[in-house]
């Protein structure tokens, strides 16, 4: 089974940046996708990227693609994503999740992180 945690989150001016990190505790890490998501409030979950067990990605081309780098270290069971030019609109709780074969509907993945809260100030 996976359990994720997140951690990573803060308070930071528009143009810093921040890594999210989510560890996973569970046993079979390398075979699932990983993403992260995130919520603003009042608005709906929003896919950002996902990487699969073999590192292929995938980003929301609309806000985040080449600003935001998601990766994985299977030997650590721990997925990053790095934040750079961080804008106001980045603003949100983060999720990462854990799903086999998922891709950019939240409905693929079964497992949950708590989320962390990031905050971007102008």
């Known amino acids: 089974q996976v359990q994720l945690v997140e951690s990573g989150g803060g308070l930071v001016q528009a143009g810093g940046s921040l890594r999210l990190s989510c560890v996973d505790s569970?046993?079979?890490?390398?075979?699932?996708?990983m993403g992260w998501f995130r919520q603003a409030p009042g608005k709906e979950r929003e896919f950002v990227a996902r990487i699969t067990w073999s590192g292929g990605t995938r980003y929301n081309g609309d806000s985040v693609k080449g600003r935001f780098t998601i990766s994985r270290d299977n030997a650590k069971t721990t997925t990053y994503l790095q934040m750079n030019s961080l804008k106001p609109e980045d603003t949100a709780v983060y999720y990462c999740?854990?799903?086999?074969?998922?891709?950019?509907?939240?409905?693929?993945?079964?497992?949950w992180g708590q989320g962390t809260q990031v905050t971007v100030s102008s």
């Open positions: 569970g046993r079979t890490f390398s075979r699932y996708t």
């Open positions: 999740a854990a799903g086999m074969g998922a891709d950019v509907n939240f409905s693929g993945y079964s497992q």
